[in-house]
């Protein structure tokens, strides 16, 4: 396991316009597994998510992020894979809603080394009443770069 740090950036539109913008940077952790490779981080009071860990397989031409809470009654997985429909399950503390995630983009520019930049672009819906297109980008780094 090798340790990274991670620079997240999140965004929401309301149609062409960045509505929302979410930006931090976490240590975390890069390893390989079965020709996959995986980035494990804990997540934020800025993030919105404290105390939850989130963790990105990165294989082919698809990311799948699972985040888990502890405690919290967090859960939530999505898979991107450009021009795909997944559908899941978005579990908060008030209960748990259908979500339907369509990605419109996926770029994995990781090095062998696992460092480089990761974006994703897709439109989520939760059970039809929130709605909204997202990019999440984000840049890998070694632990000691000092970037």
């Given at each position: 396991?090798?340790?990274?740090?991670?620079?997240?950036?999140?965004?929401?539109?309301?149609?062409?316009?960045a509505?929302e913008?979410?930006?931090?940077?976490?240590?975390?952790?890069?390893?390989?597994?079965?020709?996959?490779?995986?980035?494990?981080?804990?997540?934020s009071?800025?993030?919105?998510?404290?105390?939850?860990?989130?963790?990105?397989?990165l294989?082919?031409?698809?990311?799948?992020?699972?985040?888990?809470?502890?405690?919290?009654?967090?859960?939530?997985?999505?898979?991107?894979?450009?021009?795909?429909?997944?559908?899941?399950?978005?579990?908060?503390?008030?209960?748990?809603?259908?979500?339907?995630?369509?990605?419109?983009?996926?770029?994995?520019?990781?090095?062998?080394?696992?460092?480089?930049?990761?974006?994703?672009?897709?439109?989520?819906?939760?059970?039809?009443?929130?709605?909204?297109?997202?990019?999440?980008?984000?840049?890998?780094?070694?632990?000691?770069?000092?970037?």
């Amino acid at each position: 396991m090798k340790e990274i740090m991670l620079k997240i950036v999140g965004k929401q539109y309301s149609g062409d316009e960045a509505e929302e913008q979410m930006e931090f940077v976490t240590e975390g952790q890069l390893y390989e597994r079965n020709g996959a490779t995986y980035l494990i981080y804990e997540e934020s009071e800025f993030s919105g998510f404290p105390g939850c860990k989130t963790s990105l397989r990165l294989k082919d031409d698809s990311v799948r992020m699972k985040r888990i809470g502890r405690g919290a009654g967090y859960g939530m997985e999505m898979e991107f894979r450009k021009g795909q429909r997944f559908f899941g399950k978005y579990e908060t503390p008030y209960g748990t809603m259908d979500m339907e995630v369509l990605t419109n983009r996926v770029e994995n520019n990781l090095s062998p080394e696992g460092l480089g930049d990761i974006s994703v672009d897709y439109h989520v819906s939760l059970e039809g009443m929130a709605e909204g297109r997202n990019e999440l980008h984000i840049e890998v780094n070694e632990a000691n770069s000092g970037k």
